[in-house]
């Protein structure tokens, strides 16, 4: 699947609009400007900001990741917010930038938890990189005008 694809999907992700609540109420899922220690991912049509990074991440994870897009001004803004319980993806929640509303839908098969209406299933994101648990990323300093030797290294 392509990047602009893959934003797609999670920007329309079956027009379901927004449904309360949204993320489980954990710090992790009510994130809004990127932290200074979230990692920079290069796609094809610029970069991503992410966070948590995949050091921060077991394998069971239960919480929220989330990915800002990066080169727009005056500062990232937060596109899609992943939720993962025992290191699962359960749901995504993404937003375009002028949107009145975050979409949402849930990965196929999901349980939900008491309290949380159903979304949409979310088609085509099964195997992309970008909704996994583990993304790799550079130090956001990757994204500088004097990057650090780190950044010639492959991404973790």
Known sequence: MSAAMAMSALACAGDAWAVEPLLPDLPSCVRGAAPDDAGVVATPGGFMLVHPRNADLPDDYTGCKTLWVMDVDPAPWRWATLWFRDGRLQRVVSTMKDAPAPRI?????????AGYAPAPACEGLDDHPWVSLRLPSWPRACAGDAPPAVCEKEPE
């Open 105 to 113: 839908c849930d990965m196929p098969g999901v349980a939900l938890p």
